[in-house]
């Protein structure tokens, strides 16, 4: 049973990512998934996540018209799209689900954690 996030790298400010959060050995469909991202020196924060039934909700203004959330259950992959890449958004992406909270920015209310991947935007 785990999360597999994957598509991190360097990009120069202004340009674009998508992360993947690949899901393996449970079904993903029934799980609400969140993105949370933490940067050097900071707490690890909640972005946004989508339910199980495709709802999204923001938990950063900041990230409203730059990043969205979608899912492909048939891919068992939920993707985290972001545009507009600001030096601001250089952290450690992890994505992760849970079963019986829903929707949440609590990291503790997520069952299973993918190993996040490195995003780094050069300005």
């Known amino acids: 049973v785990q999360l597999q996030a994957s598509g991190g790298g360097l990009v120069q400010a202004g340009g674009s990512l998508r992360l993947s959060c690949a899901a393996s050995g449970f079904i993903l469909d029934y799980y609400a998934v969140a993105w949370f991202r933490q940067a050097p020196g900071k707490e690890r924060e909640g972005l946004l996540c989508?339910?199980?039934?495709?709802?999204?909700?923001y938990y950063a203004d900041s990230m409203k018209g730059r990043f969205t959330i979608s899912r492909d259950n048939a891919k068992s992959t939920v993707y985290l799209q972001m545009n507009s890449l600001e030096s601001e958004d250089t952290a450690v992406y992890y994505c992760?689900?849970?079963?019986?909270?829903?929707?949440?920015?609590?990291?503790?209310?997520?069952?299973?954690w993918g190993q996040g991947t490195l995003v780094t935007v050069s300005s």
């Open positions: 989508i339910s199980s039934s495709g709802g999204s909700t």
């Open positions: 992760a689900a849970n079963t019986y909270w829903g929707a949440s920015r609590r990291a503790g209310e997520y069952e299973y």
